[in-house]
């Protein structure tokens, strides 16, 4: 089993940063490739960013692209997005999830994640 908990969401003026981070307990993170994702109220799930278990490959929708950067530790079993230039729009839960992968993939989807966290709250006004 793997534990994922996510923090560092808040309530932040448009154009401003935020990061998150995810934190992960049991199996070895490493094992993992990771994802961000985000769900706003009443639309469905969207994939934000994935990010390699060697943690050199990285892949952003396209609404986030060169805002959002996905970065991780595998020291310290965390994986983190930061948020930059955020919008109305990046309001949402934001959830890390954790897929069994091949070394260097980063994944560009959330299909297939083996565990997730349970969301951290993102609301960017104007």
């Known amino acids: 089993q793997v534990q994922l908990v996510e923090s560092g969401g808040g309530l932040v003026q448009a154009g401003g940063s935020l990061r998150l981070s995810c934190a992960a307990s049991?199996?070895?993170?490493?094992?993992?490739?990771m994802v961000w994702f985000r769900q706003a109220p009443g639309k469905e799930r969207e994939f934000v960013a994935g990010i390699s278990r060697s943690a050199e490959n990285t892949y952003y929708a396209d609404s986030v692209k060169g805002r959002f950067t996905i970065s991780r530790d595998n020291a310290k079993n965390t994986v983190y997005l930061q948020m930059n230039s955020l919008k109305p729009e990046d309001t949402a839960v934001y959830y890390c999830?954790?897929?069994?992968?091949?070394?260097?993939?980063?994944?560009?989807?959330?299909?297939?994640?083996?565990?997730w966290g349970k969301g951290t709250l993102v609301t960017v006004s104007l």
């Open positions: 999830a954790a897929r069994y992968s091949d070394y260097h993939i980063a994944p560009r989807d959330t299909n297939g994640m083996a565990y």
């Open positions: 049991g199996r070895t993170f490493s094992t993992f490739a």
